[in-house]
């Protein structure tokens, strides 16, 4: 295996971001930051020879920012690209194990290699099994052949930023029945959301009215195109978490309440007439 790494930015913890700088350089052959927002600092990373920058620092979303990665993967002639968030890491030397997990495994036809997410406390797979096929799984700390992507294309742009990992798992598992699969002893630490406390003791994740548009529009476009795919549970956040319950906590103690209000309508009206 030949892994490079890369790391979408936007406005980083720097402290955060060198720390896991530090923890991924000696266990992948190179690592990429792509600048979704600039990076002025770059002189810092000076001494890693296995370090390089893409992006402008134009905000591209995190689809098209993993597509030009892939290009960059496949013209250096890598076989793996692990994607990664700002603000995800592996614990202790788990992303060594990972690699020797996938250099050994027997399965055939997998798409995805997937670590197991650690979000506050609570894992996504509470299992001993030594690997789990699901459905789907989050971008961050996954691998993916190069030649999943030869295969199946990339990642879809129009979405830009939420459900790019949802849909790229739906897609080719649908079209070339590529499965993904998570190794429940891989263990990534990924927080979901800004929580933060409101009013009458509710916790709201706060998030932009952006970015809250696109929660709202792109899960609905995925419900609608995979419909047999798209979880139960995830249809049940959406409307119950993301719609019903966002709107009141919005009006109760959230800033930009009109910005915010107005994404959820907008994003719902165009989730359900595929714009």
Request: with cysteine.
């Amino acid at each position: 295996m030949r892994l490079v790494a890369v790391i979408v930015v936007y406005q980083p913890d720097i402290d955060f971001l060198n720390k896991n700088i530090l923890s991924l350089i000696s266990h992948v052959d190179h690592l990429l930051l792509y600048q979704n927002s600039p990076l002025t600092n770059k002189d810092l990373y000076n001494n890693y020879e296995n370090l390089s920058f893409l992006g402008s620092g134009e905000n591209v979303g995190i689809a098209k920012a993993l597509n030009q990665a892939i290009e960059w993967a496949e013209k250096n002639l890598y076989t793996h690209l692990l994607t990664l968030d700002q603000d995800s890491s592996f614990l202790n030397n788990d992303l060594k194990h990972f690699r020797d997990l996938i250099d050994n495994e027997k399965l055939p036809n997998i798409g995805i290699y997937c670590p197991n997410i650690d979000n506050r406390g609570k894992l996504l797979i509470e299992d001993n099994q030594p690997v789990v096929e699901v459905k789907d799984s989050i971008t961050s700390g996954s691998i993916f052949p190069l030649d999943t992507f030869k295969l199946c294309g990339g990642f879809e742009e129009k979405l830009f930023i939420d459900a790019v990992d949802y849909e790229y798992c739906y897609r080719i598992f649908t079209k070339n029945n590529l499965k993904t699969v998570v190794y429940p002893e891989i263990i990534l630490k990924h927080e979901v959301g800004y929580p933060t406390r409101i009013k009458f003791g509710f916790t709201t994740d706060n998030y932009s009215a952006f970015r809250t548009y696109f929660i709202i529009r792109n899960q609905l476009l995925i419900w609608r195109r995979y419909p047999k795919l798209f979880q139960p549970g995830y249809k049940v956040t959406l409307v119950k978490i993301h719609i019903v319950f966002r709107f009141i906590k919005i009006i109760l103690g959230e800033e930009d309440k009109i910005n915010k209000l107005k994404s959820i309508v907008r994003g719902m009206f165009h989730g359900l007439t595929s714009r």
